[in-house]
């Protein structure tokens, strides 16, 4: 596999892995990157590039104008996960129950090779690079703040990437249109009518009812669905219950729905309250839902993603090629709603055997570091296309 990596950061090869293993030891949890912006702002000043603090809360906006043109933003995300490290890493996690289990580490390196790059080895004739580091991506949609802070004023594309150990070193997962999930919660409350086991005429169980619900919510994906269009309902937690002789008076559940597309989306919650509904009537019991619409789905535009296939191909070569798709969710989301742009993938699976050996939000995450000199390379090789050197 031939992997062409962009002399400038050729350069700064262990810069960007310092940056990512000093990150990776410091994991800080969603709005509250103090630390980590304080680093970022440190690299920046470095680098001679100004920037805005406390974007978004927590978040920092720097920015590099070469003249006229347009701007384009390119996006890092900066939150940890509340996980504890088990690795054996030299620059393990020193935050107890906080670690860096998704690669955002690396993607604040990435972005941060980037800026070092422009700023010191490439001069640009024309156009704006804005450069965002985002917090809070994980569950807490650190993107709409940013983009009610004004992050993207004034942006006319913007592109985002994420580590993916779905994917081999030296592949980049580019694709048009959908490529994460939408990504909804729900919690669920089936009130009945307790009583003794023995004795079930006169109650109405919970946990009966809750089974049937959980079985009519499936026909939602196997028969409301097209079976071309990707959807997802998944009970993640029941719970309910005294005794092995007592019919319980209520049952809680919670879970997440997915999809590709908003109408799927709106339709999964519509169905939900329909069969709700209907369920409740038959066995007499109440039913309570709440229902929390999470990140959209993850749409990417087509002019925006053949400039990013153009940029991947030549740096990986024939290893630019469709993602391993997920049904996970992103709020890189929010962006592209206002903005068109991509979202891609860099492969950074550290055992090149079994690709799945370290997955994300897992304990003994880790990558293969050689996957950061990629994601800064094609971050590097499109701002050049799009602001063309001659």
């Not at 400038?8 to 990157?33: A, C, T, V």
């Not at 720097?62 to 504890?84: S, V």
């Not at 809680?252 to 409740?280: F, L």
Request: glycine share 10%; aromatic share 8%; net charge neutral.
């Amino acid at each position: 596999m031939s992997v062409k990596i962009k002399k400038e950061i050729q350069k700064i090869e262990n810069d960007i892995i310092g940056y990512r293993r000093n990150f990776h030891q410091y994991p800080e949890l969603s709005f509250k990157e103090f630390k980590t912006a304080d680093t970022i702002c440190n690299h920046l000043d470095t680098f001679g590039i100004s920037y805005e603090k406390d974007v978004g809360k927590t978040g920092v906006v720097a920015e590099l104008k070469f003249g006229p043109g347009p701007t384009i933003a390119l996006r890092a995300d900066m939150d940890a996960l509340p996980i504890h490290e088990d690795s054996k890493l030299s620059f393990r996690s020193l935050n107890d129950g906080v670690m860096h289990a998704c690669g955002h580490d690396g993607h604040m390196a990435i972005l941060l090779g980037v800026a070092q790059a422009l700023s010191t080895n490439i001069k640009l004739k024309k156009g704006t690079v804005r450069f965002i580091f985002q917090p809070a991506e994980e569950g807490l949609g650190g993107a709409r703040y940013m983009i009610k802070d004004g992050c993207l004023k004034g942006v006319d594309e913007i592109y985002g990437l994420h580590l993916w150990n779905y994917q081999r070193y030296g592949e980049v997962g580019v694709k048009t249109g959908p490529v994460m999930a939408s990504a909804d919660l729900f919690d669920i409350e089936v009130m009945g009518k307790g009583g003794h086991g023995a004795t079930p005429q006169g109650t109405v169980d919970p946990i009966v009812v809750a089974s049937n619900l959980i079985t009519q919510l499936q026909t939602i994906v196997s028969r409301n669905t097209n079976p071309l269009e990707s959807t997802v309902i998944s009970i993640g937690k029941i719970s309910g219950g005294h005794n092995f002789n007592v019919i319980s008076d209520h049952v809680n559940m919670s879970g997440t729905t997915r999809s590709y597309t908003e109408s799927n989306q709106k339709m999964i919650k519509k169905r939900m309250k329909e069969i709700i509904d209907g369920v409740s009537k038959s066995f007499g019991a109440k039913i309570t839902l709440k229902y929390k619409d999470g990140y959209p789905p993850t749409v990417n535009d087509e002019f925006s993603t053949k400039k990013v296939l153009d940029a991947a191909t030549s740096i990986v070569g024939e290893g630019a090629k469709s993602p391993y798709l997920s049904m996970g969710g992103e709020d890189f989301s929010y962006y592209l709603q206002k903005r068109p742009g991509c979202f891609f993938f860099i492969g950074s699976a550290p055992n090149e055997k079994e690709l799945l050996s370290t997955p994300h939000h897992c304990s003994h995450f880790n990558i293969d570091e050689r996957s950061l000199l990629v994601g800064s390379s094609v971050f590097l090789k499109l701002v050049e296309n799009s602001f063309s050197l001659g």
